[in-house]
């Protein structure tokens, strides 16, 4: 915490380091070992305009003794060791700058109990939300976080994933009880008991919520749940403007109207999922709002939020409380990503994820608008505005370095703004490689300086997901 | 992380170093620097059976930089730092074992921006809860974290504070946004920009939140806030047994009643309530219940909560809408502890904590009771049951050198009782002193050496309220 020591220097193992370790592992887990291509080139999957940095091999853990037995190996070479789940994330965090083994979470997929009366579960890190999901229906439960993609839990733990539902329900931070994890010296950690609540020490469990595999490897969450509600209504709201959209939403929050969901779409994004989705939304800013609660309190926060839109020259605000309409709702929002993709064929969309608090959001989302124009690059508005939170999609043809340069403008000139309202540069997807850059603009150089700290005090010798997050 | 390096020694610092020190910080802060014994004395307050151990010097604090100051000379001497705010911690969290230099945050008192169109408010550490709550009146908002003791904000955020609203609106985990702190190193590190949410990197507000001033001194806080609720019902609700009432409690959490506060008092500690708060509530155990929401709401919500606990042969569930009847109820639950010691004039009142899943309450208050029976001592016990957490509150005669140790031995059976179950020994005090030697059987050698690792990493030289969480 003094004056920082030189950074532990982190190079790629050389060609005998990776054969021992490759040898050792393929001792202990025979065909499970994989160093196809292929299958490398595929754990190092990006979703975006991140360069693909395969690892040298990928073991497929069935346990939590596995994954002790793989960091072990890996740590006395010295040899990175990167964590994968569905390889949904968005900044390159399953990459393998420096090589090493990425560890396929897929195969611990097992729910290993529900605690219906405490309101938890402990799962393995490679269920899905949607697998959780479906587990917990017939208890009337469910596990609200939802980022839209079909990610791992344990992703989802480890970059502090949110998505559509958390400005009622919180995000990952809000909704783990604790975790098991393995330590960079094969330690396997229980951050905290399963009480609702503890003031027992250091806060573990969120040390590694969002720590993104660069402290150890989540092996066991147990997650917090909710009582699927009696009632759920959804709908659709149009508005004159992303500012009059944007003030509405600021007002429902304040009034203390317990919103689920309160997403906006630009006209731009709007159009975009129309024809993606096969809708007939109307092709202006439009904000889709969703509230959990008993019949009638549904219907009464549903008619208040229809008030409020009206002050801001919003609506018809139209909901429906039928499954299959709300089913067809969200599934246009969780689908931005391939609509924006369907807007331009042959472009690859680049995801950005700034959030501000919300009395900033207006003028945020409106200035960043403005410069998209004047860059002259396409780039579809949504967001988790209930959350001061939402995504620019810049298209970009990989082959057209001007364009690349302009879109890379955008997003430094986004990013500063966000920060200079307070805001952060990322609210759900987290830092991963790309957005490295930024950290010390949002945090100054103190809070840099104790995260690095951190990060060298747990894994001195940098094995676990280097080159993420902060650089040591 | 590897093998525990050698314990960075702590001892108490001799005497030329003590003058050194006090004539520095007497140098830069004139009579701001206090060394009368009872000035002293009074800052290592413990309210419990923990012996005071007073610091070396007492100096008044108002600013940040005041704080990073008077730290810089600490390191410098390798002087310990104990942060005080109001005194109402209950684990010696105050204490300085090793001498050191006390701050008081008192004069740190200025509430100092309140965002109502983000539900937030910027706080200095010395602003207490009923003063925050005072200043946020008219804007139709408050701060929930309500933990009895009207204790400072900063004190709240290091013990991980929560009290009888955490049911509903969570603990300060949860409610603080953002922290200014002063570092061992004399670092101002700011731990998150003031955005709702954010995944950029690593969770230094959680990490500070529940250390208990071991890693730095809190300076500023940013805290979530509340809307008033348009309507609130209160009530009590007696129950043939302790068992009868906590099924009503995991009944009433598992069906999604948004209970705002569930409090179990056992017929011991209402008798004492009646007593000292000249009530005249049933004596058998007894729920206190409410309800935050809009009229018609907390109607349905009171009525659906009569049924749940008349299933369980509870009842009648008397709620109240007015102010003066809610407030007086409350009242006498937060005076529990002067109830208590009420109860035996002359006797010490030792607070204890621990927290359990929901599902195993029942149990675990059973048990405890015939516990507290068979080993011939006093101890009412009252709870904030939808969470888990439960106190009991023996009662001692420190002349009593048998009854000590009865009641040492009913401490930790307790504690082990609950760690048994799957739960912790503190839901919300915290560690401090006393509860050092739960930290292994709760956490396990491994979670226990991460968080040494942590504290040594971050404060080398321990100068931060030296022995105190874990020991290095």
Redesign the interface.
């Known amino acids: 915490?003094?004056a920082p020591s030189p950074a532990p220097s982190r190079e790629r193992p050389g060609p005998e380091t990776v054969d021992a370790v490759i040898r050792e592992l393929t001792a202990q887990f025979g065909n499970r070992v994989v160093t196809s291509q292929a299958v490398r080139e595929q754990h190092a999957s990006t979703l975006t305009w991140v360069a693909n940095q395969p690892p040298d091999a990928v073991v497929y853990a069935q346990s939590t003794e596995d994954v002790q037995a793989i960091v072990r190996v890996c740590a006395a070479h010295k040899m990175p060791v990167v964590a994968f789940g569905t390889g949904t994330s968005l900044e390159g965090h399953v990459n393998a700058p420096f090589g090493g083994i990425s560890i396929d979470m897929s195969g611990m997929n097992k729910v290993l109990a529900v605690?219906?009366?405490?309101?938890?579960c402990v799962v393995q890190p490679g269920v899905t939300r949607k697998a959780v999901n479906e587990h917990l229906r017939d208890q009337g439960l469910f596990f609200p976080i939802d980022p839209g993609a079909d990610a791992s839990l344990g992703g989802m733990a480890a970059?502090?994933?949110?998505g559509t539902n958390?400005v009622r329900y919180?995000?990952m931070?809000?909704n783990v009880l604790s975790l098991t994890a393995v330590?960079?010296?094969g330690?396997?950690?229980?951050?905290?008991?399963?009480?609702?609540?503890?003031?027992?020490?250091?806060?573990?469990t969120?040390?590694l919520?969002?720590?993104e595999g660069t402290f150890g490897i989540i092996t066991e969450l147990t997650l917090k749940l909710?009582?699927i509600?009696?009632a759920i209504s959804a709908g659709v709201c149009p508005f004159p403007s992303i500012k009059a959209a944007c003030d509405a939403v600021?007002v429902t929050?304040?009034?203390?109207l317990p919103v689920a969901r309160i997403e906006l779409l630009d006209e731009v994004q709007v159009a975009a999922c129309n024809a993606y989705s096969k809708l007939t939304l109307p092709e202006t800013p439009l904000l889709l709002v969703e509230f959990h609660g008993?019949d009638?309190?549904v219907r009464?926060q549903a008619e208040r939020f229809g008030e409020i839109a009206a002050e801001f020259e919003g609506g018809p605000y139209e909901w429906a409380t039928k499954a299959e309409d709300r089913t067809r709702l969200w599934q246009a929002r969780h689908d931005v990503y391939w609509a924006a993709v369907g807007m331009r064929p042959g472009a690859r969309v680049i995801a950005t994820?700034v959030?501000?608090?919300?009395?900033r959001l207006a003028e945020c989302v409106d200035a960043t608008k403005r410069d998209i124009v004047e860059s002259g690059i396409t780039a579809p508005i949504a967001g988790h505005v209930g959350?001061?939170?939402f995504h620019t999609s810049p298209l970009v043809m990989m082959d057209d370095p001007d364009e690349i340069a302009r879109v890379t403008g955008f997003i430094e000139r986004l990013v500063a703004r966000?920060?200079a309202m307070?805001?952060?540069?990322?609210?759900?997807?987290?830092?991963g490689q790309k957005?490295m850059r930024?950290?010390e603009l949002?945090?100054?150089p103190?809070?840099?300086?104790?995260?690095r700290?951190?990060?060298?005090?747990?894994?001195?010798d940098n094995i676990m997901n280097p080159g993420k997050?902060?650089a040591v």
């Open positions: 915490m003094n605690h219906a009366e405490d309101l938890d970059t502090r994933a949110s958390a919180g995000t931070k809000d330590m960079p010296n330690d396997i950690v229980r951050t905290s008991p399963r009480a609702r609540k503890t003031s027992a020490g250091y806060d573990l969120r040390l919520v969002g720590s909710a009582g509600p009696e600021i929050i304040q009034s203390g008993t009638a309190s009464e994820d959030c501000v608090p919300i009395s959350d001061g939170n966000a920060i307070e805001g952060t540069c990322t609210g759900e997807h987290g830092i957005k930024f950290m949002e945090h100054g103190e809070a840099l300086n104790l995260m700290t951190l990060k060298r005090a747990i894994d001195p997050v902060v």
